[in-house]
């Protein structure tokens, strides 16, 4: 929906280990839940997105979760490498109407070597 | 993403000067917006069209205008620029419902 919650808002780990980011949204008729990687100086661009008919998917290092019941979602990445290091922003826009698209506002990762 | 182009890509604006700034996309989509991105604010949207001839506000509008005359432009006005106009602005276009969206390249803006 329009008012998405998104934490932490920075997060350091290192090389191997597994990274969570949470986001928390407000329209209960959202069902498409994107996750954006920004690498430093660089645009947004996709890297999962799971929509309301699964619970989870999964991509090699990278998995979300969703709980609609609960109306919150979930970024976990592991094995986490230093190329993971970026911005990692959530959205779900709100389920009906016009695609009004806002972002949480952002986890910082670093992954240290 | 060849299909999002922003112009330019850096300015710098005295304030109280007015510019435009222009956001073309090649992929036919309907959907276009406009954010602004500050250092630990995230993605911010500031006005955003569902179609040629449509504009609505988004999250932080005040001191911006848009247009959207042709489905392939969409246009970002400041009057009259401000300090706190200061900003990375990003544009995004985005073809359905519960789609992918492409972003710009960004321009990077500051006003002195």
């Known amino acids: 929906g329009e008012n998405v919650e998104q934490h932490p808002s920075t997060l350091s780990v290192q090389e191997g280990d597994s990274a969570v980011i949470k986001c928390t949204y407000s329209?209960?008729?959202?069902?498409?839940f994107p996750w954006y990687k920004q690498e430093l100086g660089k645009r947004p661009q996709l890297i999962i997105d799971?929509?309301?008919?699964?619970g989870e998917k999964k991509d090699q290092r990278i998995a979300v979760t969703l709980n609609k019941t609960a109306k919150h979602f979930s970024l976990h990445i592991t094995e986490t490498q230093p190329e993971d290091s970026a911005v990692y922003f959530c959205?779900?826009?709100?389920?009906?109407?016009?695609?009004?698209?806002?972002f949480g506002t952002g986890t910082r990762l670093l992954v240290s070597p | 993403n060849a299909g999002v182009t922003q112009t330019p890509k850096f300015r710098v604006l005295k304030t109280g000067q007015s510019m435009t700034l222009l956001c073309a996309q090649d992929m036919n989509h309907e959907y276009m917006y406009w954010y602004r991105q500050d250092p630990g604010m995230g993605l911010r949207l500031i006005h955003y069209s569902v179609g040629e001839g449509t504009t609505a506000k988004g999250e932080v509008p005040d001191g911006y205008n848009v247009s959207r005359l042709k489905k392939q432009n969409f246009l970002l006005g400041l009057e009259s620029a401000a300090p706190s106009q200061t900003s990375v602005y990003f544009c995004a276009i985005k073809g359905a419902v519960n789609t992918e969206a492409f972003f710009g390249q960004g321009t990077r803006l500051t006003v002195v």
């Open positions: 959205a779900a826009p709100p389920g009906t109407g016009f695609q009004k698209l806002v």
């Open positions: 329209d209960s008729a959202s069902n498409y």
């Open positions: 799971i929509r309301s008919n699964v």
